[in-house]
């Protein structure tokens, strides 16, 4: 079975925030495109340090992250950060991962944008029952 992967449309909230209240321009709104694989197996987001740091993102907390093999490993939280993946988009935090590590997508960016991996044709798709808003279940 192959990956899947999504494109990413990532940008500071912080910053769209100060340009809603008039203090900068939309151009001073730091934001970044990336590839990113989508890990079903993942909870997170998980940007690079390298991204985070591009984005401007402030570290908010700690948390430990077990990976694929078992291990342990202390990582800090960064955020908020704005994701856009096609026409749906949410606010969120992220695990900062080691400098120019691959991001990952999680089930929580999944959940959100109210999206599912389609494995037979590799590829991250709107569900049938909800293809203009997010269908999210409050149960």
Do not use: W
Request: net charge negative.
């Amino acid at each position: 079975m192959g990956e899947v992967r999504a494109r990413l449309y990532l940008e500071n909230c912080g910053d769209r925030h100060l340009f809603k209240k008039g203090y900068i321009t939309e151009s001073e709104i730091r934001g970044e495109e990336t590839d990113a694989l989508v890990d079903t197996g993942a909870v997170m987001l998980m940007l690079p340090q390298d991204l985070v740091e591009v984005l401007g993102l402030e570290s908010i907390r700690k948390a430990v992250v077990t990976y694929a093999d078992e291990r342990k490993e202390e990582r800090e939280i960064a955020g908020p950060v704005t994701v856009r993946i096609g026409n749906r988009q949410m606010n969120t935090d992220c695990i900062i991962g080691p400098p120019n590590s691959e991001p990952l997508v999680g089930q929580i960016i999944l959940e959100g944008m109210d999206l599912i991996v389609d494995c037979s044709e590799q590829a991250l798709k709107v569900r049938p029952e909800s293809p203009y808003l997010p269908l999210l279940k409050m149960k």
